[in-house]
């Protein structure tokens, strides 16, 4: 997907899968709140509809996310070369705005980015890619997916990545991604009360 995608979508894509942010936070995302040195994303303003920067709705939103050092030196790349776009793009509004809208066609250069854009986006580079329908939040879906498969995190881990307000909204949600096989625990407690003996 990520190869599928071009231009400033080949960094929102990944940061999207990797950290569980929403759409509306991506999108509002301002430098002001990045700490690459602690490798940290402060979560403090949403992009609402009519494309306004606005608090988050709950608490648990309002959180740090961690960021993996890919993550990271991705973003760093990205600060260079909007620097260098910022410069020789005449009308650049200034929102400090990580993925503003850029490029020769933008109408209005450091503006939010529309929802429907980003979707376009996913959907073309899917379908290139040939992987069926994709949307913004699949990518949080498969961040949680892959950590709870793969990664094997609990459910709290889980739930404070994805910054839910409780882990019933992450059990609820991914409960069935976790394995059941309640012979092989059974089975554990031999090896873990008898082995003391």
């Known amino acids: ?33 990045l700490d690459l040195k602690n490798q940290t994303y402060d979560v403090q303003r949403n992009l609402n509809r009519k494309r306004q920067l606005i608090t988050p709705k709950t608490e648990a939103s309002r959180a740090k996310v961690s960021l993996s050092t890919h993550i990271c030196e991705l973003l760093e790349r990205h600060r260079a070369e909007q620097a260098a776009e910022r410069l020789r793009t005449p009308g650049w509004k200034d929102n400090d705005l990580i993925f503003p809208s850029c490029g020769t066609y933008s109408p209005n250069p ?17 379908a290139r890619a040939g992987i069926g329908l994709v949307t913004c939040h699949d990518l949080r879906h ?56």
């Not at 839910?164 to 059941?180: M, R, V």
């Open 1 to 33: 997907l990520v190869s599928h995608s071009n231009g400033i979508y080949q960094r929102m894509v990944p940061l999207m899968l990797w950290t569980a942010l929403r759409v509306s936070e991506t999108l509002a995302m301002q430098w002001k709140y």
């Open 110 to 126: 450091g503006e939010p980015r529309s929802y429907s854009t980003v979707n376009d986006v996913l959907k073309n580079a899917a």
């Open 142 to 197: 498969t961040c949680a997916a892959l950590l709870i498969q793969k990664y094997r995190a609990n459910i709290l881990e889980v739930s404070k990545h994805l910054r839910h307000a409780n882990p019933t909204i992450t059990q609820d949600i991914y409960g069935h991604l976790y394995s059941d096989d309640l012979p092989a625990m059974a089975n554990a407690m031999d090896k873990l009360v008898l082995a003391s003996k």
